[in-house]
């Protein structure tokens, strides 16, 4: 009897501290994780997408599903092809329960909300479908309740960091770390720089940090800017 109760304790002990590896490991499966995670992984880099909770994909998939967006035309890359993959799920007569398109895309707000090639506004429960899809189809593994141990969690080799540590115990090591939580925590820890609050206009010559009258500044490019920015 008492050896099955040791062998239980080396087990459980052994799952508690696990240690893996990859090419690329991404702490918080926010959007921007998610989107981080599907492109290496595309590329051929074996990817961890580590997150300290439960809920993946971050505030897209948590309630925020009104895109503040203006020229649509700079949305590029893994972020509209998730826009696409809304409107695919949008054609969709079934999708529609709780009102119609005729609805939805109502005069008052048509320019803004009727999809060309995208769709940009979605129930949280579809965005967290798309991702779960687009990381499924990439094979990236998302391992989630791992916390960043924020005493002794970064490991640095150098300058570069080589291993973080959960709470748990487990080390997860990588060639390249991204951190793409909205605390930033991985990387006040490995020693990143950081500010809080706002600075003044003159300490980088900016004009448009802090607070602003509404509508004083244009934050978006107008129709034609990327066109001639790329010549």
Not at 169 to 187: H, N, P, Q
Request: aromatic share 10%.
């Amino acid at each position: 009897m008492i050896k099955h109760v040791f062998l239980f304790a080396v087990a459980f002990s052994s799952t508690a501290a696990e240690k893996r590896s990859a090419d690329v490991v991404i702490y918080g499966a926010t959007s921007a994780g998610v989107a981080a995670a599907v492109q290496a992984a595309r590329m051929g880099k074996s990817v961890l997408l580590i997150d300290p909770g439960t809920h993946i994909g971050g505030l897209t998939t948590g309630g925020l599903s009104w895109t503040d967006i203006g020229n649509k035309v700079v949305i590029g890359g893994v972020s509209r092809e998730f826009y696409q993959r809304i409107k695919k799920k949008y054609d969709d007569p079934a999708r529609w329960k709780w009102e119609k398109p005729d609805q939805y895309y109502r005069d008052d707000r048509a320019e803004r909300m009727r999809p060309v090639d995208a769709m940009w506004t979605f129930e949280p429960h579809v965005a967290s479908e798309v991702y779960a899809e687009m990381l499924a189809e990439a094979k990236v593994q998302v391992l989630t309740k791992r916390r960043l141990d924020l005493k002794n969690g970064v490991r640095k080799r150098g300058n570069r960091i080589a291993t973080i540590v959960t709470e748990d115990g487990a080390e997860y090591s990588g060639k390249m770390f991204i951190d793409a939580t909205y605390e930033g925590d991985l990387m006040a820890k490995a020693g990143v720089k950081y500010t809080i609050g706002r600075e003044s206009n003159a300490q980088y010559g900016e004009n448009y940090n802090g607070s602003q009258a509404p509508h004083r500044h244009q934050h978006q490019f107008p129709d034609g800017a990327l066109v001639s920015c790329l010549g």
